[in-house]
């Protein structure tokens, strides 16, 4: 059984975590806002350490979250909690296989102990397989849904007791236009996965909202990433995803990141069970 990375998980006073998501902010100017947004809440992002993930934690630690980043690889994770702390913010790594229940019993008994309290979870973390729906291996299409179905709904299910018990929290799903639409350059499993999230975000956003947990889902369309500038090299590619989106530009993980922020955030207080694009207008025809 995988368990918690022990790295920078001591206790800090409210102050102490204020002065060092201030120091955080003044390492990294264009993230600065008049209030820190997230103040002392404490964050748990899957899929933490790359990418998407890792992007939303370093913009939660600006807003003066501490940042639990669970990941797969703990090395990868611990590296961008690594980061955060270098910066000034509060952040520990959580080696976490999504889709083991047992690692999420662990984590969330590890969060317990070090924090506390679970104010946030995002449910980053996912996979896709780029195979047809007529030649797709039933292995595959099992794995892609134990990463993007299981692994969100044993992330909701451990996290909401936690949250009851301190009155409350913010859950934020990731994902994707093709939770919303069929696409016609993305396979059936992952449209199928995706949608799954969609649907189990409302469902708990209905039932839970009496314990003031909101639930909510990000959908964002193709995001630039290393893996995507490779298929753009191909300018007849590129051409065509760029024609697609009415704002003529790719998601940015930033992009991603600050819909994320302000979901979790009390800005978003009054704002459950909705499914937010962030795809520049694809979703809009």
Not at 30 to 47: C, E, F, N, P, S
Not at 120 to 128: D, F, P, R, S, Y
Request: charged share 20%.
């Amino acid at each position: 059984m995988l368990g918690t990375h022990a790295s920078g998980c001591a206790k800090r006073p409210a102050g102490a975590r204020s002065e060092a998501a201030l120091r955080h902010r003044a390492a990294n100017p264009h993230l600065k806002t008049l209030i820190m947004r997230l103040q002392d809440k404490v964050a748990l992002i899957t899929g933490g350490g790359a990418g998407i993930g890792a992007e939303i934690a370093k913009r939660f630690a600006a807003e003066g979250a501490t940042v639990l980043i669970g990941d797969l690889d703990p090395g990868a994770a611990e590296r961008v909690a690594a980061g955060v702390r270098r910066g000034g913010g509060g952040a520990r790594s959580v080696a976490l296989d999504v889709t083991s229940e047992a690692d999420w019993t662990a984590a969330l008994a590890g969060i317990r102990k070090a924090e506390g309290r679970l104010d946030i979870l995002v449910n980053n973390a996912g996979i896709t397989k780029r195979i047809p729906i007529t030649d797709m291996p039933m292995e595959d299409f099992e794995a892609v849904m134990a990463v993007n179905v299981r692994g969100v709904f044993l992330g909701i299910k451990h996290a909401l007791p936690l949250m009851k018990e301190r009155g409350g929290g913010a859950i934020v799903n990731i994902s994707s236009i093709c939770g919303l639409v069929g696409h016609k350059y993305t396979n059936e499993t992952y449209t199928t996965s995706k949608g799954a999230v969609t649907l189990l975000t409302k469902s708990v956003a209905v039932r839970y909202a009496r314990d003031n947990i909101r639930c909510n889902s990000i959908h964002p369309g193709t995001v630039d990433t290393p893996m995507v500038q490779q298929l753009f090299k191909d300018p007849e590619k590129k051409r065509e995803r760029l024609d697609e989106v009415p704002l003529g530009r790719l998601a940015t993980a930033l992009d991603v990141a600050n819909a994320a922020l302000f979901l979790a955030s009390d800005e978003a207080g009054f704002i459950t069970g909705v499914a937010l694009p962030v795809d520049g207008g694809l979703t809009a025809y």
